[in-house]
């Protein structure tokens, strides 16, 4: 069943390809969405380690990794083509285990946004994924190597389009103290859960963060919004030809689609329509 799904998307994404050939190529900085990395469970947000290693080479072929703040300072955001953040979401265990030695090795520096109730407890918000979380240990460990940032994704991993402001606000509030006692630092960065926006989460999230990450392909430019800054989300059935096509032009088609059927709100006056 695995192999007809995937066979399904991949036709699909085919697709979408020849769609994408009508939409302008990417400019700007390029923020790639990863979620697992090499526990073969199946998901369409996981990668195959060796699939992970290859993307990383061919970057590293084609530009260069920086930090988040790096890519948004300066004049990185006009011209900067070449230029790629890698994020991960939510905290899974295999980020440390499989993930993080390749970016040691390389010297590639990553954001991780962190749901903390994830890591308290040791348990997923898709319970029957057979995901498992990383330990606040390991992502210590990961912080020291100088390479990682952290992030806030909210404490529980919530969709925040659902909750009223004092609600959100525990989510923020509880989720970077956390942060803060386990690892003794502010986190500065927001990724929604699933990316899912909403104007009143949005009021709070800019009280409290630099930047904020969102559901959605486009460039990013001098006149780019830091609090809803597009990311292109790498999937399973991407390999590597849909990958290097979501890089130079994103898929958009594709991206259009799926905002519709999950009913994700783009903000008004975004980079992000279509």
Request: aromatic fraction near 10%; include cysteine.
């Amino acid at each position: 069943m695995r192999s007809v799904g995937r066979s399904v998307k991949v036709a699909a994404k085919s697709v979408f390809a020849v769609a994408d050939a009508f939409f302008p190529a990417l400019t700007g900085p390029r923020i790639l969405l990863y979620h697992q990395v090499g526990t073969d469970l199946g998901h369409e947000m996981e990668v195959s380690l060796e699939t992970f290693r290859v993307q990383l080479q061919w970057i590293e072929h084609v530009g260069q990794f920086v930090h988040l703040e790096t890519a948004l300072s300066d004049g990185r955001l006009s011209q900067r083509d070449e230029t790629f953040v890698l994020t991960f979401d939510d905290g899974y265990h295999d980020v440390f285990q499989f993930a993080f030695p390749l970016l040691v090795e390389r010297m590639l520096p990553f954001t991780l946004y962190l749901n903390t109730k994830f890591l308290e407890t040791g348990v997923s918000h898709r319970p029957e994924s057979g995901t498992k979380p990383l330990t606040w240990s390991q992502v210590r460990t990961m912080m020291d190597s100088g390479l990682m940032t952290v992030g806030a994704h909210t404490h529980s991993h919530v969709d925040v389009r659902s909750l009223e402001s004092d609600a959100i606000t525990r989510e923020l509030e509880v989720c970077n103290q956390l942060i803060q006692e386990r690892l003794g630092v502010a986190p500065r960065h927001f990724a929604y859960p699933w990316g899912y926006w909403s104007a009143s989460a949005e009021a709070l999230v800019r009280e409290r963060y630099e930047t904020a990450a969102l559901a959605a392909v486009s460039s990013i430019g001098v006149d780019t919004d830091p609090y809803r800054l597009p990311r292109i989300p790498i999937q399973r059935s991407d390999g590597m030809a849909f990958f290097k096509r979501k890089i130079q032009s994103g898929l958009r088609a594709e991206e259009w689609l799926r905002q519709r059927l999950k009913g994700y709100e783009v903000p008004p006056n975004s980079a992000s329509t279509y």
